[in-house]
């Protein structure tokens, strides 16, 4: 049976943690399938890399371009979740070394996709691949689950002093 890594948490770094295990994972040889939920963007710097990392990273969104409202997720947000997770259940049967469910913490808690086939997809992991989960408030029952758990906290960012995001760091 193949390892669960989850990464959630308040403060940045979830999703970045997980980019540099795929870095990782690549450099050795490794395939790695990376899933975002809720994140539909093109300009980000893991989307935009793929093509160079080709074919040992590929990068597949299920999101819209704005924000989703999470105490209202509009309806599409629901069918794109939903679609992620089959999509990552066709995915794992390829047995990557990596699959990454970018913001899956955060698609459960909010109810986009239920924590039961979550579950039921950790349940298959083969060896030798890792998932790994980011996103905040991750369920506990996938905090039990993982094998590793990391909790991101945030003590200072540059934001609160009004630096807005800036292109190749924090996308």
Do not use: C
Request: charged share 30%; glycine share 8%.
């Amino acid at each position: 049976m193949g390892y669960i890594h989850l990464y959630t948490g308040d403060g940045e770094g979830k999703s970045i943690t997980a980019f540099g295990l795929a870095l990782r994972a690549i450099g050795h040889g490794y395939k790695v399938i990376i899933i975002q939920f809720m994140k539909g963007r093109k300009d980000i710097g893991e989307y935009k890399i793929w093509k160079r990392l080709a074919p040992q990273y590929e990068i597949h969104q299920f999101g819209r371009k704005e924000f989703i409202d999470l105490n209202r997720p509009d309806p599409v947000d629901y069918v794109l979740a939903r679609r992620a997770l089959e999509f990552a259940k066709k995915a794992i049967r390829r047995r990557p070394r990596l699959l990454i469910l970018d913001e899956i913490n955060l698609a459960v808690s909010i109810g986009l996709v239920r924590l039961e086939d979550v579950l039921e997809l950790l349940n298959n992991v083969p060896e030798p691949t890792t998932v790994v989960l980011t996103g905040r408030n991750a369920p506990k029952e996938l905090i039990e689950r993982a094998d590793l758990v990391t909790e991101m906290r945030e003590i200072k960012h540059p934001w609160k002093r009004g630096v807005q995001a800036r292109r190749g760091i924090e996308y």
